[in-house]
């Protein structure tokens, strides 16, 4: 019933910038929050950044100054834009969407999207 869609992610070298947009979709009544994971190879899934309906953020502290976490609420979409990106940062991203409510009187839940590669390399 809800899809989150990735996009953004790709190749960059290292100091370059990218933009990641993920877009949730369905019958959605609300959304708590929304933020971004990231999985390297080896390594466990930890959280990036994520932000609250009302706009509260958190960041991970290796990306405190560099990634910045947004939100549209109308279009239930979440942006994530890093800057002076590092090759540690290369990882798999994932976007989720914590207790979503189908409908008014839905259970909340939380969601993934497929998640999306980001490399960092020269």
């Known amino acids: 019933q809800v899809q989150l869609v990735e996009s953004g992610g790709g190749l960059v070298q290292p100091g370059g910038s990218l933009r990641l947009s993920c877009a949730a979709s369905?019958?959605?009544?609300?959304?708590?929050?929304m933020g971004w994971y990231r999985q390297a190879p080896g390594k466990q899934r930890e959280l990036v950044a994520d932000?609250?309906?009302?706009?509260?953020?958190t960041y991970a502290d290796s990306v405190k100054g560099r990634f910045t976490i947004s939100r549209d609420n109308a279009k239930n979409t979440v942006y994530l834009q890093m800057n002076s990106l590092k090759p540690e940062d290369t990882a798999v991203y994932y976007c989720n969407a914590e207790r979503v409510r189908v409908g008014f009187q839905g259970v909340p839940r939380d969601y993934w999207g497929q998640g999306t590669q980001v490399t960092v390399s020269s």
């Open positions: 369905g019958s959605i009544f609300s959304i708590y929050a």
């Open positions: 932000i609250a309906s009302g706009g509260s953020t």
